[in-house]
């Protein structure tokens, strides 16, 4: 596993850039992966440099695991021409293809046969690295995602489905709609490896991913994830918070950053000073990410019609 104190920053850093962006008057529509950060910082540390990865809408802390800079996406964020996409792309549409973030995709399922088309072309040109694609268990109920399994399969496509299920679509639990007892055997009915692992611990969900793409990497087809995770926040920033006080503040005690945090120091590789210091670290890259985000203007009416195809 890459540099551990690397990737508990990576954490705090998704944490504190989400409620910074949220305390803002004009963030606009987000979905927030708070309690979800070990998704995106455990499936990225088994990916390299010739790697792709797209996400869902829920895309913010995924852009950030994988190394988009937090000053171009703040901008992108709040519809600045310094963004990623020059302001237009936003929190759906994201994408940052050089540093291996091929783009998120607001529609829930959308991303998928994307990624069986980049993976594809991986295939067909004999270029290096591997696909992943990440996306919701509401994405279950697209059919898209059943085709997508299927042709990955027979192709062999060197693609790692990596299933963030977070237990709701929207405020509907996923038990009411999704009848299999865990998602992942879905997958192996297609018949490709499939493993169901705890969303919430960093470290397992590293393991699993770097064995995963280990696999797909050598040739041995599509393999995939099922991350058992907790979303804290609401849907998103317009959405109302369906489940009571208790039922939050008992899904909080799971809180993936501070379950590695609490790990690194009773192994002792890490102490309160070490901690203090990250904070104080990403509390200043945060707030040069909105002020890059403030320097830079909105983009000129003219530009509705550029980049459309």
Known sequence: MPDAVALLRKMMLIRAFEEALARRPDHGFQLL??????VS????AALESDDQLLSGGRSIGAALARGVDPGRLMAELLGRTEGTNRGKGGRGHVADPGVGFFGAHAVVGGNLSIAAGVALS???LGAPGIVAVMFGDGAFGAGVLH?????????RLPLLF???NNQLSVSTPRSAVLAPKVLSDLARAYGMPARTVDGMSLEAVADAAADAARGVRAGEGPAFLELESLRFASHSTSARETRDRDVLAKMRTRCPIQRFQG?????????????????REIDLAVADAIAFAEASPFPAPGEALTDVW
Do not use: F, H, K
């Not at 992966?33 to 070990?38: H, I, L, P, W």
């Not at 790990?263 to 210091?277: H, N, P, S």
């Open 33 to 38: 992966s708070t309690g979800e950060e070990a």
């Open 41 to 44: 910082v455990g499936l990225c």
């Open 122 to 124: 991986r295939q067909v």
């Open 147 to 155: 085709e997508t399994l299927n042709i990955a399969a027979i192709w």
């Open 162 to 164: 990596v299933c963030n």
């Open 263 to 279: 790990a690194l120091m009773a192994r002792g590789e890490i102490d309160e000073g070490v901690v203090a210091g990250l904070r």
